[in-house]
Every structure is written in structure tokens, then in C-alpha cells.
């Protein structure tokens, strides 16, 4: 692992997520604007990143840990499914679904893979995608469900398929096992567009946080949403990996991937159903601004281990 790294990459995390901040409070952009940031994440940066990270040939050992990181996320999102339903029973209807949503839906999608690729290279970045894949497939059926109450499996179906990262990584996938060669002009646009990704992201986290304001934003709910989603799941997962003796380097890339603060996309989700939209901007704030404190506790950690 490289501590150093992952020093610079919070701080520069840090840095663009302030720069999100202030252009909004010098009245540049408006904290709406953070929609078309995301779309463009969404729908182009981020999928140009995970295409990019399957251009390798993989080897018998390569697919023999793709199939054992897929175990270990499918496990992770089976056990945040389990503490989301039996929680937050007592919690009042416009701050649950935020609570369940954000507990099974990680940003891992969005920050896990500027982390994965600043402390273990391209190799972190491509088995994050494998992580991924669970996770994105949770995001749009037992994820959307808590805020839409009833099933619709077919929308949500429909939803996975279309995904512009689901599409990303299935190219990949075909792109990694078939050995196809991408004409170089394409590959360095993928990777010019991928690497604006984690920037974008940061800055519409600073949109959010010039919206929502840091008042209010440290109080109970919060604290104990962090500590579960920052160091009880991440802790679960640790465990799990060294009960089953799983290759230090898995186990690394998934602690670190587990210890993710809250989805960016949960305060949108909470607009769009008319939930608690501020306290959900305040969970997806102070979770983030606390895995950039706590990340380097988790690598130390697991540099010990």
C-alpha cells in the first residue's frame, strides 16, 4: 500500500471538494447546477474509467480473484441488506429509506475508485470493479425499493441492464476475456475522460455542502450512521476476511472499499421522493469528510495485519 498516496489523494479530494464549495458561494454556480455533474459522471466520465481499468489479459490467477472478491462484495451487501431492515424501525418515515438506502449503497462507486486506484495502481482499480458489480445491482433494486415501498421488479431490472456503469463493466468484461486490442486513439480518450471522474465528484459534494451548510450537520443521528457505516462495516468485514484466511491484498482492497461513506446519490434520491433532503446531504457531507480523517487509520491498520 502507499501511504503517501493516499495522503495526497485526500488532501487533493479535499481540496476539489472546496472548490466545489466556494464556486457556489461566489454565486458561479448554483447548488442545482450539481445535477449536470453528476449526470456527466454518471453517463460518461465514470464508465470511460471502468472500461479503461479492463484493458489487461487477465491469467488463471486473476479470474480465480475476481471470483474471490465477488464473493467477499456479494457477502458485504448481504450483511448491510440484513442491518438496514432491522435498524431503523423506530426511525421516522422521512429519515428511514435515507438510512437504508445509504447503508447498503456506499460511494464506493464514485470515491472507492480514485482510493482503490492511489493505493494499490491500475490493479486496485481493476478488482474494484469486480467489488462494484454486487454493489451497483444492490443501488437499483433493494436500494431504490426502500424509497419507492413497493417492488417493481421489472423497472428494476430494466434499470441494471441499462446502467451506464453495469454496460461499462460487461464491455469491459468482453473486451478483457476475448483480448481484444482498442485502437490506442481510444484508449487515451477513455482514460483523458475517466480521470475527470473523482474531480467532478468532489465538486458537486462541495455544491452540496454550500447548499446544506455545516449547521446542524454534527448531531446523533449522524454520529452514529458514521460510526457504523466508517468503522463497525469495515470491522465486519476485516473479520470475515481473516476468519477465512482471504489474500491480504483482497482483504485490504475490500476494507478499504467497505469503509466508504454514504452514496452520493442518496440525496437525490431523497429530493426526488420527497424525503429528508437535508439530512441526507448532511449524512453523504460528514460520512465523506469522515473517510477522508479515517482512511489512513484503515491502511496503517491493515499494514500491520
Avoid at 12 to 25: H, S
Avoid at 272 to 294: E, K, P, R
Wanted: aromatic letters at 10%.
Amino acid at each position: 500500500m502507499n501511504l503517501n498516496e493516499l495522503f495526497l489523494l485526500q488532501f487533493m479530494m479535499f481540496a476539489e471538494m472546496i472548490v466545489g464549495y466556494l464556486l457556489c458561494m461566489t454565486g458561479v454556480l448554483s447548488p442545482k447546477d450539481r445535477s449536470v455533474f453528476s449526470k456527466a459522471v454518471i453517463n460518461v466520465f465514470l464508465p470511460c474509467s471502468i472500461v479503461n481499468s479492463f484493458l489487461t489479459r487477465p491469467d488463471s490467477n486473476v479470474l480465480q480473484d475476481f471470483l474471490t472478491v465477488l464473493l467477499v462484495s456479494i457477502m458485504i451487501q448481504v450483511f448491510c441488506t440484513i442491518l438496514a431492515n432491522v435498524l431503523y424501525r423506530r426511525t421516522p418515515a422521512n429519515q428511514k429509506p435515507i438510512l437504508q438506502y445509504a447503508t447498503v449503497c456506499s460511494n464506493a462507486g464514485f470515491l472507492g475508485n480514485a482510493v482503490a486506484e492511489g493505493v494499490y495502481g491500475e490493479l486496485g482499480l481493476l478488482y474494484g470493479q469486480i467489488y462494484l458489480i454486487p454493489l451497483r445491482i444492490v443501488m437499483w433494486t433493494a436500494g431504490i425499493s426502500y424509497f419507492e415501498g413497493q417492488s417493481d421488479w421489472k423497472t428494476k431490472i430494466r434499470k441494471i441492464m441499462t446502467h451506464p456503469c453495469i454496460i461499462a463493466v460487461t464491455i469491459g468484461l468482453c473486451i478483457m476475456l476475448t483480448g481484444i486490442t482498442l485502437p490506442a486513439a481510444l484508449t487515451r480518450t477513455m482514460t483523458s475522460l475517466g480521470r475527470c471522474s473523482t474531480p467532478l465528484i468532489m465538486v458537486f459534494l462541495g455544491m452540496v455542502l454550500a447548499e446544506t451548510g455545516v449547521k446542524g450537520m454534527i448531531n446523533k443521528d449522524t454520529l452514529k450512521f458514521a460510526l457504523l457505516r466508517l468503522i463497525l462495516i469495515p470491522s465486519v468485514v476485516l473479520l470475515f476476511c481473516l476468519l477465512f484466511h482471504v489474500d491480504s491484498f483482497i482483504t485490504g482492497l475490500s476494507v478499504l472499499l467497505a469503509a466508504m461513506p454514504a452514496g452520493s446519490t442518496t440525496s437525490v434520491l431523497a429530493e426526488q421522493y420527497h424525503s429528508d433532503v437535508a439530512f441526507a446531504s448532511n449524512i453523504v457531507v460528514f460520512t465523506t469528510i469522515g473517510s477522508i480523517l479515517l482512511l489512513p487509520a484503515w491502511v496503517l491498520l491493515l499494514q500491520m495485519l
